[in-house]
Nanobody, 125 residues
Framework: QVQLVESGGGLVQAGGSLRLSCAAS????????IGWFRQAPGKEREPVAA????????YYADSVKGRFTISRDNAKNTVYLQMNSLKPEDAAVYYC??????????????????WGQGTQVTVSS
């Protein structure tokens, strides 16, 4: 099992940037693909980005392509989500999740077994 803790959320003006971190503990972090998901009030959870175990493959939701970058540092057991050019519609609770199969990296939340508690991102217009 792996435990995940998100940090880095906060309040930012539209057009600004934030970097979220997902720190992992427990079993070997580098075995796990990691995904970022978000959920705004009254809306369903939606995928944001995902990265495979080595960091060599990444996926992004169309809504964040060109603005967000996912990366990982396996030596630090941490995955990052750099968010630039933030828009009010990016406001949500952001969650990181670890996948159950190192061979599967996807934007489907059903492929992820372990979830963090989330960090709030608020974007003012």
């Amino acid at each position: 099992q792996v435990q995940l803790v998100e940090s880095g959320g906060g309040l930012v003006q539209a057009g600004g940037s934030l970097r979220l971190s997902c720190a992992a503990s427990g079993r070997t972090f580098s075995n796990y693909p990691i995904g970022w998901f978000r959920q705004a009030p009254g809306k369903e959870r939606e995928p944001v980005a995902a990265i495979n175990w080595s960091g060599g493959t990444t996926y992004y939701a169309d809504s964040v392509k060109g603005r967000f970058t996912i990366s990982r540092d396996n030596a630090k057991n941490t995955v990052y989500l750099q968010m630039n050019s933030l828009k009010p519609e990016d406001a949500a609770v952001y969650y990181c999740a670890a996948g159950g199969d190192w061979r599967v990296t996807s934007l489907n939340h059903r492929d992820y077994l372990y979830w963090g508690q989330g960090t709030q991102v608020t974007v003012s217009s």
